[in-house]
């Protein structure tokens, strides 16, 4: 650890006096525990501390949460100017802990006496001697008039400020969903103390305890409910015009703890870029001007607290988790009927359900959803996740990809930044060839939701289908292992579209193995040594010939097996499977290219997803 005075990159640290000094010349004081955070990064400089080793040495054992270390760090960036996703000086290392980024050098004594040299010398030459007094006794009285005119100028102001448009007055109200847990309530201070220091320079805000100005009256209430599952944090933000009870926006954010200050990044850029359009234009941007949204304040606490504990039990992705999820969305809508969060997220509840039912039981699920869906937006037009709901339904369900995405671009413009609109929409837009935009939605989606892989195997699924395996490869190798067994598979195939057949060979029996599925590992070795990755993918399908969905295709098409592969596709289509939307850009099926039946196949495909056929008529092809 560093004791002495330091600098670095145009800063000067004096840690004894818990004093910075900025390279244009500012000053300011930290903390005590955040100048000691300081002090031990910079004292290991290239190397990465983790949160344990930071929370033992700069609260000295203490028995802190680990949410006092992201205050710490959320502090120190602050003064230093520095973001968490473009770190200049303090990098998060994903999983592990932080590293200071630039070399440090010591600051020695005579700097220091210069830096207070300045100081001494002003306080000398302000200091009065005895023949100034007469001179002071005046400058006083001058002074003393000029602040009276300042205050009667202040008090007209204050009577004629309702006569002048003024910046919006932003109530801030964060909660957590469950106030009884001390590490959530932790969280809520860290949310806070964030979102606040990010809309003060950009919005004049108001904390809910605090009375607004005289003649100021807040305009606005921003809600921030948190919740904490383990290390993943769900916040739920909902932006309210105090007097008319439109929502311009409603959006979520999912994060890891030590992420959560690039959500209260986003949450102030969110508002600042809604408050800072004229009223009617944000309005009609939204569809809320002729909306009579629900007026959250009725619904009770249970209701809200029940639709969070069903959001994240639905993102475990499990059966298990599905069921727990309509359960409590059921509940919550049995005290709030009309609570438009709850209906949508049981809407998406109904389609996960949905997916994994056999084919004959699949449509009762989609026309409840669907029902939802339409109740929801009935009710409240301006709920951006309620039309990124519809928009992902129409496609999946319906194959509209039109309307779709028309779904889509209003959500965008209802939630600037969401994750759900971005995740759906590099899907639409990969089935229409238009590749670099869904590359950018789903880069997009891995950004605002960095804690969830996923969402980089969909970056590297965008890359794949706009034929850039290179970049694909290097996305998924990047993953943290272990990884999925989808992205294992996508990730042999680029290896094997690039040429490069032995090291898709060395991960396709890798992940066989490890799964316990298809051949043996001398089985395949000896498979590929007889005739390569066509010789490993037909022993695959003959020890597994009930292989499911588009793999199963694959495989067939891989194995140089025409007719299968077509009768696999021809299924697919029969039940209308959405992973045949982008069946057209899969490299896959390169082999099939040339095929009458396949040409024909994509153009029925074609004439399905882009005819906007009743739900009706789509419902019965799907039966």
């Not at 949204?293 to 992705?317: H, N, S």
Request: with cysteine; net charge neutral.
């Amino acid at each position: 650890m560093i004791d002495s005075p330091f600098s670095f990159d145009g800063w000067r640290v004096w840690p004894d006096r818990l004093r910075v000094e900025a390279p244009d010349g500012r000053s300011c004081s930290l903390q005590p525990q955040v100048m000691r955070l300081l002090v031990e990064l910079a004292g290991s400089t290239g190397r990465t501390l983790t949160r344990d080793e930071l929370l033992t040495s700069v609260w000295d054992g203490r028995a802190v949460t680990d949410d006092a270390l992201t205050v710490a760090v959320y502090s120190l960036r602050k003064v230093l100017g520095d973001r968490a996703d473009r770190a200049r000086y303090l990098e998060t290392i994903k999983g592990r802990g932080y590293r200071w980024c630039v070399e440090v050098a010591p600051l020695g004594d005579d700097a220091a006496d210069a830096a207070n040299e300045p100081l001494r010398r002003g306080m000398l030459a302000r200091r009065p001697n005895r023949d100034s007094w007469p001179r002071l006794r005046t400058w006083c009285a001058f002074l003393a008039l000029l602040i009276a005119l300042a205050a009667g100028w202040g008090v007209q102001a204050m009577r004629s400020s309702s006569r002048v448009p003024s910046l919006p007055v932003v109530e801030l109200d964060v909660v957590s969903a469950f106030p009884e847990a001390a590490a959530d309530r932790a969280l809520v201070a860290t949310l806070e103390a964030s979102v606040a220091a990010e809309m003060q320079e950009a919005i004049v805000l108001r904390r809910s305890r605090d009375a607004a100005p005289a003649g100021r009256v807040a305009s606005h209430r921003l809600e921030v409910r948190v919740l904490r599952r383990l290390d993943l944090v769900q916040t739920t933000v909902t932006l309210i015009d105090v007097e008319t009870g439109i929502r311009p926006f409603t959006d979520r954010w999912t994060s890891s703890i030590p992420a959560i200050e690039g959500v209260a990044t986003q949450i102030a850029e969110t508002v600042d870029a809604c408050l800072s359009v004229p009223e009617a234009e944000c309005s009609a941007s939204s569809g809320s001007a002729d909306a009579r949204p629900l007026d959250r304040a009725w619904v009770p606490p249970p209701a809200e607290d029940a639709w969070i504990r069903g959001e994240m039990a639905l993102k475990e992705g499990t059966a298990d988790g599905i069921d727990r999820a309509l359960t409590l969305f059921d509940q919550s809508l049995e005290q709030a009927p009309g609570f438009v969060p709850a209906l949508t997220a049981r809407a998406v509840a109904q389609m996960a359900k949905a997916r994994r039912l056999p084919v004959a039981e699949r449509p009762e699920r989609v026309e409840l959803a669907r029902r939802d869906l339409e109740n929801a937006l009935a009710i409240d037009p301006s709920f951006g996740p309620g039309w990124a709901a519809r928009g992902v339904l129409r496609f999946f369900v319906d194959w509209q990809v039109s309307a779709a995405e028309a779904d889509l671009q209003r959500a965008f413009q209802l939630s600037k930044k969401s994750v759900a609109p971005h995740a759906a929409a590099w899907r639409v837009l990969s089935a229409q060839g238009r590749h670099e935009a869904a590359v950018s939605h789903a880069q997009m989606a891995a950004r605002w939701d960095a804690f969830n892989s996923f969402r980089q195997f969909h970056v590297a699924s965008a890359l794949t289908l706009g034929g850039r395996f290179e970049e694909a490869l290097e996305v998924l190798d990047g993953l943290d292992p272990p990884r999925s067994h989808d992205a294992e598979l996508l990730r042999v195939g680029v290896l094997d579209w690039l040429g490069r057949p032995e090291e898709s060979f060395t991960g396709l029996r890798a992940w066989l193995v490890r799964s316990g599925r298809g051949p043996t590992s001398p089985a395949l070795d000896e498979a590929f040594a007889r005739g390569g990755l066509r010789s490993v993918y037909g022993l695959w399908l003959d020890v597994e010939p009930k292989l499911e969905g588009l793999l199963g295709a694959a495989i067939a098409a891989r194995a140089d097996r025409p007719d299968e592969a077509m009768r696999r596709l021809e299924s697919l289509f029969h039940r209308r499977d959405p992973s045949l939307l982008t069946l057209a850009f899969e490299p896959a099926f390169t082999a099939l290219s040339s095929d009458p039946r396949f040409i024909a196949l994509l153009d029925d495909i074609a004439h399905v997803s882009h005819n906007a056929r009743g739900r009706a008529e789509v419902g019965a092809a799907t039966r």
